[in-house]
């Protein structure tokens, strides 16, 4: 019962916070130019947020583990409440850009301690399930958020939005006062060496790859479906939308999936199956074909996620759960920079194909990577 309570109220907290900054979001950089931001300081805030991210989530602090995960995690909700408020009272964009960094900082130690906080309350042989059930707080609250966010600011303009935000993110707050979370225990592997194990090296090599590419589909996809369609616009928001609803289609299905096959194999065949899109994609003639295709990539890129979430807990303490989910979501979150970037490079280079075919390339590499490193891990233990 204890852990129900416990897991229902984690839902809660996974699906405020993100549909409240799923709501900011996408308006922030529309508010950073209205408070007169130009050239470098347009992009600044966001930049500075993903950096913030992937710097404090490689080097977990160890003072921050000593807390424990309760405290931790009403640490994280804490600095998104102070950053929301910040954003709510300032209209200096210097001091936005610093809540900006206060709110990297804190959803560096939000997921990875939501991780740690789960295995806590979700029973080994049913992880795999729970975990799929759990994701989809995060799937329904990226699909509502911006569509509530648009609502809010259409009628009470940006205050309204932030407001909000800080709503959503004081409810978590107080959410997370009521709930019972397992204590930190002591690592079985301490330090560094539960962060380097062969299988989460492996793991962290695909979540790169996988952000790679994702980031390089979103980004260039209404690009695509322009240079296809006469209504390529039209066909791009349809597209992507059917992305995130597959994805939460399928997202207990994959947990499932999770409790019944083992990882190396559902990473290889989630990472083959991205690869195909992405190479498919840009020789799609008609909009049921590329919609088709979309609704894959939706299916392919989720089918990985709650066993990569549960392969994070498995055999660990919170503290190296924690450690590695840390470093895991710094890995992806590189991957959706350098995708990113390279992807804006390849276009200006080569064009719209080749940024889809490099991803397919570079997602296929890492999960043949992984799937060998974790192979040969694997077959090193059963030798030893």
């Known amino acids: 019962m204890k852990n129900s309570v416990s897991f229902k109220g984690l839902f809660y907290i996974n699906f405020a916070v993100t549909c409240g900054f799923g709501a900011l979001d996408i308006f922030m950089t529309l508010y950073v130019i209205e408070l007169g931001a130009k050239g470098f300081l347009v992009g600044a805030p966001a930049m500075l947020y993903a950096l913030t991210k992937i710097i404090c989530g490689l080097s977990p602090s160890e003072r921050l583990l000593a807390m424990g995960s309760k405290k931790l995690l009403i640490f994280s909700l804490l600095l998104f409440f102070i950053a929301a408020s910040g954003y709510f009272i300032t209209e200096n964009l210097y001091a936005l850009i610093l809540f900006r960094i206060l709110h990297g900082f804190g959803t560096a130690v939000f997921r990875p301690v939501l991780t740690a906080s789960l295995s806590s309350c979700t029973a080994k042989d049913e992880r795999g399930r729970k975990l799929g059930l759990f994701d989809t707080s995060f799937y329904a609250a990226l699909g509502i958020g911006p569509a509530i966010g648009g609502t809010v600011k259409s009628i009470y303009g940006f205050k309204g939005l932030f407001a909000l935000v800080m709503i959503l993110s004081f409810s978590a707050l107080i959410t997370a006062l009521f709930i019972r979370i397992g204590n930190i225990g002591k690592p079985e592997i301490s330090g560094k060496s539960a962060v380097f194990t062969s299988r989460v090296i492996g793991m962290n090599i695909f979540i790169f790859g996988r952000g790679f590419g994702i980031a390089s589909f979103f980004s260039f996809l209404p690009l695509l479906a322009c240079s296809k369609f006469a209504n390529g616009e039209h066909t791009a928001g349809i597209a992507a939308g059917l992305v995130t609803l597959v994805s939460s289609a399928f997202i207990t299905f994959a947990g499932r999936l999770a409790d019944r096959m083992d990882i190396r194999k559902l990473i290889i065949s989630g990472g083959t199956g991205l690869a195909a899109v992405y190479c498919l994609l840009p020789g799609s003639s008609g909009i049921i ?51 990113a970037l390279s992807s804006g490079l390849i276009y200006s280079a080569s064009g719209t194909e080749q940024v889809y075919y490099t991803a397919a390339l570079v997602g296929i590499t890492c999960s043949a990577a992984s799937w060998a490193v974790m192979y040969s891990a694997e077959k090193s233990e059963s030798l030893s």
């Open 289 to 339: 074909s590329f919609t088709a295709l979309c609704c894959a990539a939706g299916f392919f890129s989720i089918v990985t996620q709650p066993a990569c979430s549960a392969a994070l807990m498995e055999k660990n303490t919170q503290e190296n759960t924690y450690r590695q989910a840390s470093v895991f979501n710094s890995f992806m979150n590189m991957g959706y920079a350098l995708g």
